[in-house]
Structure formats: structure tokens, C-alpha cells
């Protein structure tokens, strides 16, 4: 009768011991899947930090004439439009040695000017002007190329070339002062919006090129080793 009692004894406790182990096991398995980092995770934790430079005014000289002091402002509206995307925790502005990534750029185009119609040129002709003919033409243009650069290599990580330009004619009656303003502000609110969504678009770039300096793939190995402990 004991050793029946005994039997049954050590077979429970077999059948209690295996039932731990594999609620070990279990348990070890939910940790891993709890605490292992997926990508998504780790680019999240990315520090994307960049540099941003004043941008060149490689305008031509006749733009210049018109206009000579453009570049920090529109500089400034580029820098702003870069920072809503929210893509960077942060950009140093000037850019710092430190900076893996710096964003550089050029005015290539900022004008605004107008003309007198042929009509207005030709005697009597012009007369037509008082019932409503062309007698002004306008040209407003922005033109702005943008590149971010790996600062060690100096390699173009992506780049972006935006242009707007609108060619507008008036009568003598609907031609009022402040449509330069009004038309250069137009295009270049067009050329920020592209840019603004371009930077979107190309993001995945930036990661790509910032998770290649980073070991990223390391913190997901320590976790491997950690939880193949904890189940050993």
C-alpha cells in the first residue's frame, strides 16, 4: 500500500513539475514577444536631428537688381516650412559640425516685374486701352532647389527642385498697387507647399541613411540573448 502511495506521489509531482516548466516556457515566450523591439519602434526612437544653412541666392543679376535682399527671409520661410513637417526632433540653425545630416540650398529664381502691352506703344491705337484691352503683363517666379547631404561623405541623400511662375495681363481698370507682393507671395506659398510635401514623401530616405551610422540592430540581438537566458 506505500508503495502504491508512493507511486502516485512521484507521478504527481512529475506531471506538477512539467506543468511549470511549461509555464516557464510560456511565460518566457510573452516576455520576448512583449519586450522585443520592432523596427517601427527603433526608427521611432531615431534621433533625427539635422543642420540647416542659409540658403545661396543664385538668382540672376537682373532678379537682384529688382530685389536685392531676399535671401534670409526666404531662408527663414523654408527653415519653418521644413520644421512643420515635423519629421526632425530638431535642427540646429546655423548647422553644427556635429550634424550628421545638413540641409543646403539655393535661390535660383525670387522676381516679380511688369510691362506695358505693345498696344500702349502704338499712337492712337493705344486709345483701346479705355475699353478694357491688356495694358499691363506681369511675371512672378520662385524658384528654389533644396538638398539634404550626409556631412561626413558629402553624398546627396535626396533633393528637391520646386518652381512656380504665373504670367498674369491687366486692363488699365483692375491693375492695382501691391500685386507684386500679391503674386510673388503666391508663388512662393506654392513652392513651400511642394517643398512641405516632398520632405514627407522622402523621409524614409533620411532613416535609411541615419539607421546605416547607428547599430540599430544590436538592441534587438541584446533582447534575443536576454530572453534566451530568462527560457535557459
Given at each position: 500500500?506505500?508503495?502504491?502511495?508512493?507511486?502516485?506521489?512521484?507521478?504527481?509531482?512529475?506531471?506538477?513539475?512539467?506543468?511549470?516548466?511549461?509555464?516557464?516556457?510560456?511565460?518566457?515566450?510573452?516576455?520576448?514577444?512583449?519586450?522585443?523591439?520592432?523596427?517601427?519602434?527603433?526608427?521611432?526612437?531615431?534621433?533625427?536631428?539635422?543642420?540647416?544653412?542659409?540658403?545661396?541666392?543664385?538668382?540672376?543679376?537682373?532678379?537682384?537688381?529688382?530685389?536685392?535682399?531676399?535671401?534670409?527671409?526666404?531662408?527663414?520661410?523654408?527653415?519653418?516650412?521644413?520644421?512643420?513637417?515635423?519629421?526632425?526632433?530638431?535642427?540646429?540653425?546655423?548647422?553644427?559640425?556635429?550634424?550628421?545630416?545638413?540641409?543646403?540650398?539655393?535661390?535660383?529664381?525670387?522676381?516679380?516685374?511688369?510691362?506695358?502691352?505693345?498696344?500702349?506703344?502704338?499712337?492712337?491705337?493705344?486709345?483701346?486701352?479705355?475699353?478694357?484691352?491688356?495694358?499691363?503683363?506681369?511675371?512672378?517666379?520662385?524658384?528654389?532647389?533644396?538638398?539634404?547631404?550626409?556631412?561626413?561623405?558629402?553624398?546627396?541623400?535626396?533633393?528637391?527642385?520646386?518652381?512656380?511662375?504665373?504670367?498674369?495681363?491687366?486692363?488699365?481698370?483692375?491693375?492695382?498697387?501691391?500685386?507684386?507682393?500679391?503674386?510673388?507671395?503666391?508663388?512662393?506659398?506654392?513652392?513651400?507647399?511642394?517643398?512641405?510635401?516632398r520632405f514627407i514623401i522622402e523621409k524614409q530616405k533620411i532613416?535609411?541613411?541615419?539607421?546605416?551610422?547607428?547599430?540599430?540592430?544590436?538592441?534587438?540581438?541584446?533582447?534575443?540573448?536576454?530572453?534566451?537566458?530568462?527560457?535557459?
Amino acid at each position: 500500500m506505500k508503495r502504491y502511495c508512493l507511486l502516485f506521489l512521484l507521478a504527481m509531482v512529475c506531471i506538477f513539475s512539467g506543468c511549470l516548466s511549461s509555464g516557464g516556457r510560456r511565460s518566457a515566450e510573452a516576455l520576448a514577444e512583449q519586450k522585443s523591439p520592432t523596427l517601427a519602434v527603433l526608427e521611432s526612437e531615431l534621433p533625427l536631428i539635422v543642420g540647416f544653412n542659409l540658403l545661396e541666392d543664385k538668382r540672376p543679376a537682373q532678379d537682384i537688381s529688382y530685389m536685392s535682399s531676399v535671401r534670409e527671409n526666404v531662408s527663414t520661410q523654408v527653415l519653418e516650412i521644413i520644421k512643420g513637417t515635423e519629421i526632425f526632433s530638431k535642427i540646429n540653425y546655423p548647422a553644427l559640425e556635429a550634424d550628421a545630416f545638413i540641409i543646403r540650398g539655393e535661390i535660383r529664381r525670387f522676381h516679380w516685374e511688369s510691362f506695358d502691352t505693345m498696344i500702349s506703344y502704338i499712337p492712337v491705337m493705344n486709345v483701346f486701352n479705355l475699353f478694357g484691352l491688356p495694358s499691363t503683363r506681369t511675371l512672378a517666379g520662385v524658384d528654389i532647389y533644396i538638398r539634404v547631404i550626409d556631412a561626413e561623405s558629402n553624398k546627396v541623400i535626396f533633393d528637391i527642385s520646386e518652381q512656380y511662375v504665373t504670367n498674369t495681363k491687366y486692363n488699365i481698370y483692375n491693375f492695382k498697387e501691391g500685386k507684386a507682393n500679391e503674386e510673388l507671395s503666391q508663388c512662393f506659398k506654392v513652392v513651400l507647399n511642394r517643398i512641405r510635401k516632398r520632405f514627407i514623401i522622402e523621409k524614409q530616405k533620411i532613416i535609411d541613411a541615419l539607421k546605416a551610422k547607428i547599430p540599430v540592430v544590436s538592441l534587438e540581438e541584446k533582447t534575443r540573448e536576454e530572453t534566451k537566458a530568462i527560457i535557459e
